[in-house]
């Protein structure tokens, strides 16, 4: 995960370098650096694309990375959500309890030289809460992905009742596969 906060913005990415082993540690060491300063560095729209731009002169042999970026307004609650390639993230909204999926797409970055990510935009309000994670909380070689999000959902709706302190843990410990990395974001506004 990479933040930077500018005044009342807070930037948020989760990425998932594909890969084990020693190749991927290193190219996680390298991309979480980058996005960093990128992240600091740029305006919320910009990221995506600059991030692409890095990638596609890394021109690496192997592997690849998706992310997904959230631009957060903390006063005002309101947010965009761009992916590149990840999973939905998923908004729980207060009102109602649910939860749904922000279907932002984009394409895996480093592989479109000029690729544009366009945003999902809404508000985050009190009691409101949102998700974003690795592709090994919600996938495994047996099941479609999005009958893993489902079962995420489920799960975050029945593990964070009136309670999101600790509640990324909670999820991760109750669901994902053993055999891939998982990373969950919980993000949730008071």
């Avoid at 991927?24 to 740029?42: C, E, I, K, Q």
């Avoid at 309000?125 to 998700?131: I, K, Q, S, V």
């Avoid at 079962?151 to 055999?179: H, P, T, V």
Wanted: overall charge negative; hydrophobic content about 40%.
């Amino acid at each position: 995960m990479v933040t930077a906060r500018h005044g009342h913005r807070l930037d948020l990415v989760v990425v998932d370098v594909s890969g084990k082993g020693e190749g991927a540690g290193t190219r996680a060491l390298l991309l979480s650096g980058a996005l960093g300063g990128l992240l600091g560095a740029m305006a919320p729209e910009d990221f995506p694309e600059s991030a692409n731009d890095f990638l596609m002169r890394q021109d690496w042999e192997e592997g690849f990375a998706s992310a997904v970026h959230l631009s957060l307004d903390l006063s005002s609650g309101q947010f965009e959500i761009r992916s590149a390639g990840h999973p939905p993230a998923a908004l729980r909204t207060a009102g109602t309890g649910r939860w749904s999926t922000l279907e932002a797409e984009g394409p895996v970055p480093g592989l479109i030289d000029m690729a544009t990510y366009e945003p999902v935009v809404g508000t985050m309000r009190r009691g409101d809460a949102l998700l974003l994670y690795t592709d090994g909380m919600v996938e495994t070689p047996h099941r479609d992905i999005m009958l893993g999000v489902d079962k995420m959902l489920g799960q975050a709706e029945q593990l964070l009742r009136g309670e999101f302190d600790g509640g990324a843990k909670r999820i991760i410990e109750s669901i994902g596969s053993r055999n891939d990395d998982r990373a969950l974001l919980l993000v949730h506004r008071r």
